[in-house]
Structures are given as C-alpha cells and as structure tokens.
C-alpha cells in the first residue's frame, strides 16, 4: 500500500503548479541535512536586544563555526527579537531570535540556501527546565518529519552567544533554528500563502487530518489551521502552502504550549477546560473523519523510528526522557485500540 508520505508528496506536486522549478522541489538545504548538533558563536549586542525588544531593526552581528574543510568561517548577519508570547520580558528573559543572512555570504557554507531563520531560544539563562522544554519541542518538530516532508525541518545549536553590550561576556546555551517557510514552499513545490484565513474546505484533508492526529500526539491545543488573529498571516500556529485553486497544505509549528514539551511557562487553554498541558484533546475535524484511519496507521508504521529519536537523545535529563516516554506510551496506547481511536478521536472531532 501506498505510503501516507508519499501520498502527500504526490499532493504538493499535483497542486503546486508552477510554483517552484523542478530541481528545487524535495532538495533540503545543507544546515537541515544534518541532525548532528551544530557548535556555533553568535556576537551582538544581546543586552540591547533583549532590552528593546524590536521586531523593526536588525543588530549587527556575527556567527562563527568550524567547517571541516575550511576550518573557522565567520558570517555576518542581522539579528532582531521575534514571536508574541516568548518575546514578553515576563514569559522569557531571553527572547527568541530571528536571523537574517546576506545570500551573498553564504556561498560555500552550511548556511547556503538558508539566508532567513527563526532561532528558537533557551527562554532563561541557567534554567533546566527551559533547557529541556526546548529539546522536547525540538523533538516534537523531529516526529513530525518522520511521517511527511511536508513539515518545518529543524537544526540543533550549542550557541556561544557573545555579549558585545558586555565586554564581550559568554554563555553557553542550546537552541535550535526553524526552517524558513520560503524553503519549505521550494523543497515541496509549493508557494506560501499569507491570506489571513481560509476554510475547510480549501485545505488538503488528507494532509489536515494527519496533522490532527499529530496535534494530539504532542498534546497540543493551541492552534488553528484556518484563521488567525486580527492582522496575521494565517494561520495560528500554522502556516499555509499552496491556493485556493487547489487543496492548500497547512503545515503547524510553535510547540511550546503542547504536553510533549510541557514548558514552564505553557497553560492549558481555558477554552477547553482542560487540567493540565499534558490532558490531551483531539481538534480534528468531522469532515476530515475518513482519513483517521490512515493518519492513525501513518504513526504506526513511525513508532519505533519514534522511540528511536526519544531513546536516542543523549542531551534529556532522566526525568524528562522518562516523562515523554510515558507521554508517548498513552499516545499508542490509544491509536492501537479501535475503542480508544472512537471515544477519543472520531467521538471528539470537531464540526
């Protein structure tokens, strides 16, 4: 039978029309080719930027890592807060980032064809609960590239960051940087979309669906895949590929509220009266209910490359591997038991 994943790469082909040339389509930029952690120093002005905050002006800076060829290779680039809640001083002392490259002086790096990033960040210094809220949510985009390309992809850092504001004052912390939406509408042959809504109907149902049954793996509930707030792209917490003359792919990111990553400062949405970040509750749609059972078996066929990528990471703390295991056990706990996939999923979908 036919794969769910190939199944959606013969989707965003089928509906990509001319959007992007053929040899741009399924090619993965050097940074995202790799899984191993990526050592880098980041200099700028941090203090200056976790102060004002600004989404407007890029700070100067530079990054540096060592190539295997070319040794050290350093890159300049323009670095600015970003984000809604992370960036609130309360919620984060240490506000994520967004990274802008010249394309110019990426030829020749592992940086090449990555010249736009989201840099999701440690929250607070010295902290290892945010530390490891960050490696789950770093994982949970991992799972999500296991079972469809059409997905944000994800590199691990160890930043160095260099404080210019501070005579040049270090710290060490993990990160890991988001895949822009421009290479991920290149690498699945799609355009991204910023209408600041959509329906239903517009959308990809098999591919919806399947990010339905995702959504209640990793416990999350913050999120729709058909509008956002007043004056953003659509849509929250998912970002929209493709036009209304086909079926639209809405591919999800922005973890941090889900029951995987469980962060310190994530609240479960009152709006569902749920008793813990960690209760999950399916969102799917009724109309998309026909794709359950092959969203359902698309993790199936994934488990054990699953609790490979949980088992396999090295930089969790005991308590952290140990609570996402029995996070994910209750997950196949359920989609293994058609009784459980009625009462859970198809009873609970939405109309």
């Known amino acids: 039978m036919k794969s769910l994943r190939t199944t959606l790469i013969f989707i965003a082909i089928a509906v990509s029309g001319t959007a992007h040339g053929d040899d741009d389509v399924g090619k993965i930029t050097p940074l995202f080719s790799s899984n191993e952690v990526l ?30 060829v070319e040794g050290s290779v350093t890159v300049e680039l323009g670095i600015q807060a970003r984000g809604r809640f992370r960036r609130q001083p309360r919620v984060c002392r240490w506000a994520p980032l967004r990274l802008n490259f010249k394309k110019s002086s990426l030829e020749n ?98 591919h919806t669906n399947l990010g339905s049954v995702y959504q209640f793996l990793i416990g999350n509930t913050d999120f729709s895949p058909i509008r956002a707030a007043p004056g ?36 479960p949405n009152p709006q569902f009266g749920l008793r813990s970040v960690r209760s999950r509750l399916y969102r799917g749609r009724c109309v998309n209910n026909e ?34 295991l029995r996070f994910i056990n209750e997950f196949f706990a359920t989609i293994e038991s058609p009784d459980k996939i009625r009462r859970q999923l198809v009873d609970k979908c939405v109309s």
């Open 232 to 267: 953003e792209a659509c849509c929250h917490n998912y970002v929209l590929f493709g036009t209304e003359k086909g079926r639209m792919l809405a591919i999800p990111y922005d973890f941090d509220m889900s029951g995987i990553v469980d962060a310190p400062h994530a609240e």
């Open 291 to 324: 794709h359950i059972e092959a969203s359902v078996q698309a993790f199936l066929d994934h488990k054990q490359a699953i609790y490979d990528l949980i088992n396999g990471n090295e930089l969790f703390q005991p308590r952290k591997h140990k609570a996402t």
């Open 39 to 68: 050592d880098v120093t980041l200099r700028a002005p941090f203090s200056t930027i976790m102060r004002e905050r600004s989404e407007e002006e890029d700070q100067s800076a530079t990054l540096t890592y060592n190539d295997a």
């Open 109 to 206: 790096t592992v940086f090449a064809g990555s010249d736009k990033m989201k840099l999701v960040t440690h929250c607070r210094n010295s902290s290892d609960r945010h530390t490891q809220a960050l490696l789950a949510e770093h994982l949970a985009y991992r799972i999500l590239n296991l079972v469809t390309d059409a997905s944000f992809r994800v590199r691990l850092l160890r930043i160095t960051y260099v404080d210019t504001d501070k005579g040049d004052r270090e710290r060490i912390e993990l990160g890991f940087l988001i895949e822009h939406k421009d290479q991920v509408a290149r690498r699945i042959g799609l355009e991204a979309n910023d209408a600041q809504r959509t329906s239903v109907d517009a959308l990809d149902a098999r």
